[in-house]
């Protein structure tokens, strides 16, 4: 399909990628091209929610881009939507402010006079959708559009995190813990029943293709724009080297009716075709040989993170192949008097444990090098 047939706007059926570097100008041109808000009344109040989970720039892989958020907001703006909050709730253990700072969306939201908010320090409500029940923040709710902007990641739990699980940034840390608690599929196929998602523009400039938190990034140079997450997270998927079908909380959702997955080629919609990158990309293998040496039950993905990176510490010293014994992690240790070595506050029953929720990678790394 050709430019020129696609410039009548957005179908709900398509998925739709510009390719490039300039990343403001890749914005800018797609959403003049597909128009998503020419029905969107001016009055509206408008969420960003970007992928914040770690206080680390883009350019690490972990983060949306600053650049193409700007580019979006200059682009409502000149359309004259002024009603716009960008809303994020990093990582349990992290710091969303932190995170506003490092990778600069605190100057970004003065210089456009953007509402930036923590929504750590905000108030939560209960929601409830088939049968399963949760909190979200309250600002979620007084929202008339949602734009969500994830990163294109695998993600070392769930195989990919794109569309779909970036709304768990809109759940407090209590719920955060227990949705992984409860296995992460389930609960983020029902979240995004319970949240709708509006306009997804997902970065695909620089992912991380072995680990959420970033850190082995990967230029992709690829942004993708849709409407349905069900849609976008299945091709993001078979991007990956998966089939849809593989990544749970994306069949879930499917099923749960929140959108339909990729199905042919036809849906997808290269607006530039002429500027697309020759290789093709795929979850690395790189963390198996990390992974290997732990006993994962129900952990949080920010203290399963500070372990991986700890680990990474330990591989770049050669002193991995010490450890002869598992590591023990997650929630299903809470109460276990399990011998071996515990990671976190779950496991504080352990023979030995670190304490912590998240412990830091520096604590881990001297925890588990006095063993």
């Not at 959702?253 to 530039?272: M, W």
Request: with cysteine.
């Amino acid at each position: 399909m050709t430019e020129e047939q696609n410039s009548r706007g957005m179908q709900p059926d398509r998925v739709y990628v510009m390719y490039g570097r300039e990343v403001g100008k890749m914005v800018r041109e797609a959403l003049d091209t597909l128009r998503p808000f020419d029905h969107l009344p001016r009055s509206a109040r408008i969420g960003l929610k970007p992928n914040l989970v770690v206080a680390k720039r883009s350019d690490s892989g972990a983060t949306t881009s600053v650049a193409l958020i700007e580019s979006l907001v200059r682009t409502l703006k000149e359309q004259d939507f002024h009603h716009l909050t960008i809303l994020e709730s990093s990582g349990v253990g992290h710091s969303t402010g932190r995170a506003y700072q490092v990778t600069g969306l605190d100057k970004l939201a003065a210089r456009c006079e953007l509402e930036l908010l923590d929504l750590k320090q905000t108030r939560s409500l209960k929601v409830e959708a088939d049968g399963f029940k949760t909190r979200i923040f309250q600002k979620v709710r007084e929202l008339d559009y949602l734009i969500n902007l994830p990163v294109v990641k695998a993600h070392c739990q769930t195989g990919i995190t794109c569309a779909l699980k970036n709304l768990k940034g809109l759940l407090p840390d209590p719920e955060k813990r227990r949705f992984h608690s409860l296995g992460l599929h389930r609960p983020i196929a029902v979240l995004n029943r319970i949240i709708r998602q509006d306009l997804i523009v997902a970065d695909g400039i620089m992912g991380d293709l072995s680990f959420e938190e970033g850190g082995t990034p990967v230029r992709m140079d690829r942004i993708l724009i849709a409407k349905d997450p069900v849609l976008l997270d299945a091709f993001v998927a078979d991007c990956l080297g998966y089939h849809w079908s593989e990544i749970n909380h994306v069949s879930m959702a499917a099923d749960l009716g929140v959108g339909l997955p990729y199905r042919n080629k036809d849906q997808i919609i290269e607006l530039n075709r002429n500027l697309a990158p020759d290789q093709n990309f795929s979850v690395t293998s790189s963390l198996e040989h990390l992974t290997g040496h732990i006993d994962e039950r129900q952990a949080c993905s920010t203290c399963l993170g500070a372990l991986i990176r700890a680990l990474h510490r330990l591989q770049s010293r050669g002193r991995l192949s010490g450890l002869h014994q598992p590591l023990c992690i997650g929630q299903g240790f809470r109460g276990q008097p399990v011998p071996g070595l515990g990671i976190g506050t779950c496991t504080a029953e352990c023979a030995q444990s670190v304490p912590g929720c998240p412990p830091s990678p520096v604590d881990i790394v001297k925890f588990l090098s006095a063993d």
